[in-house]
C-alpha cells in the first residue's frame, strides 16, 4: 500500500510540473487566405493521382504473384 502512495505522490509531481506546459497561450494565429488553401489543395490532388496507379499497380502484382499458373505447351505441325 506504501508503493502506490509513493508512485501516486510522484504522478501528482510530474503533473504538476507539467501544468504550465499545457496552460501556456502561446496559440499561433494562421492568417493563410483563400489562395493557400486552394494550393494546398490542388498539392493533394496531385499527389492522390500518383497514389491511383501506385495502387493499381501493387495490386496487379500481388495478383501476379497470387495466381496459379499453368503453362501449356502447343505443339507445332509441319
Do not use: H
Not at 493557400?36 to 491511383?52: P, S, T, Y
Request: glycine fraction near 8%; proline fraction near 3%.
Amino acid at each position: 500500500m506504501r508503493a502506490n502512495g509513493r508512485i501516486a505522490s510522484m504522478i501528482a509531481v510530474v503533473v504538476g510540473n507539467a501544468y504550465p506546459a499545457f496552460a501556456a497561450s502561446g496559440a499561433r494565429e494562421d492568417s493563410s487566405g483563400l489562395a493557400v488553401w486552394i494550393f494546398l489543395g490542388f498539392c493533394a490532388l496531385i499527389v492522390l493521382a500518383q497514389l491511383v496507379p501506385a495502387v493499381l499497380m501493387m495490386l496487379g502484382l500481388v495478383k501476379g504473384i497470387t495466381e496459379s499458373r499453368e503453362e501449356t505447351v502447343k505443339q507445332s505441325v509441319e
